[in-house]
């Protein structure tokens, strides 16, 4: 389950996105979650740590589709 810190976060800056993965990473910079996030043809993977700061936002493609 996400963190309310997180859903803002993606309520504000990705607007009518739906979340379609989840992941919990932890590096030796930081612990954020990985997000792929969908909107019509739009699709995305964006990282955000537990506090709701986004850490990364990168284009997400299904290459085997």
Same mark, same amino acid.
């Not at 803002?8 to 009518?16: A, M």
């Not at 739009?42 to 299904?62: H, M, P, R, W, Y």
């Given at each position: 389950r ?31 979650? /990985?997000?792929?996030? /969908?909107?019509? /043809? ?24």
């Open positions: 996400l963190s309310t810190p997180v859903m803002e976060t993606l309520s504000s800056r990705f607007p009518g996105y739906t979340v379609q993965d989840v992941s919990f990473t932890e590096t030796p910079k930081y612990s954020a979650y /990985e997000i792929v996030i /969908e909107k019509g /043809e739009s699709k995305l993977e964006v990282t955000i740590n537990k506090a709701g700061n986004l850490i990364g936002k990168e284009n997400a493609s299904d290459e085997n589709d």
